[in-house]
């Protein structure tokens, strides 16, 4: 019969070093991640605070970890997704960036109009869609989409002008935007 132990493969001992550092190189195999999400991991997996630190450390003087690349790839994902700022952040905490590293990246991405960009693609969307519905439903579909997403609701406000009330009338080219 297996011990717990073994279910949950704990560590023999939390202070041995090539084991952490193994079993790091083996979640980063798995995966990308940032060294937040790599500290959660190696920590639940019973490896004490110094030498997960230690091991951290050295694979990122080594490149393996480079939390700035992870987080502007996962910002370029949020992205593609049509995430706004907000949910982009909150994407990028809940992953394991650090909060003032996550904010940057993202205000990086902001500057360059990706979240602009993503809330008119979200808007393009919700009204390929829903063609033909009520007004006050495509609203609707669009102001959820967007909160859920974390888009600003200025922003908002603007693509559901253009796209629901002037576009709607054939009055503007938003097909362009």
């Known amino acids: 019969m297996e011990s717990s132990r073994q279910r949950r493969r704990l560590p023999d001992d939390p202070q041995d070093l090539d ?23 190696l920590l639940g997996k019973g490896y004490a605070a110094d030498i997960v630190e230690e091991v951290i450390e050295r694979l990122g003087a080594v490149g393996l ?10 910002v370029r994902y949020c992205v593609e997704r049509m995430y706004g700022r907000r949910g982009a952040v909150n994407e990028l905490v809940r992953k394991g960036v650090e909060g003032p590293l996550a904010a940057e990246i993202v205000d990086e991405a902001d500057k360059h109009g990706a979240f602009e960009e993503s809330a008119w693609e979200l808007g ?19 102001w959820s989409a967007g909160g859920r997403k974390g888009h600003d609701p200025a922003m908002l406000r603007v693509v559901a002008h253009e796209l629901f009330d002037v576009g709607a009338d054939g009055g503007a080219d938003v097909a362009g935007r």
């Open 65 to 74: 970890i480079d939390d700035r690349s992870y987080a502007q790839s996962a």
């Open 124 to 142: 393009r969307s919700i009204e390929r869609k829903t063609r033909g519905l009520d007004r006050q439903v495509r609203m609707r579909r669009l």
């Open 19 to 41: 084991a952490c550092r193994e079993a790091a190189l083996t979640l980063l195999d798995a995966a990308a991640r940032p060294s937040g999400a790599l500290r959660t991991r």
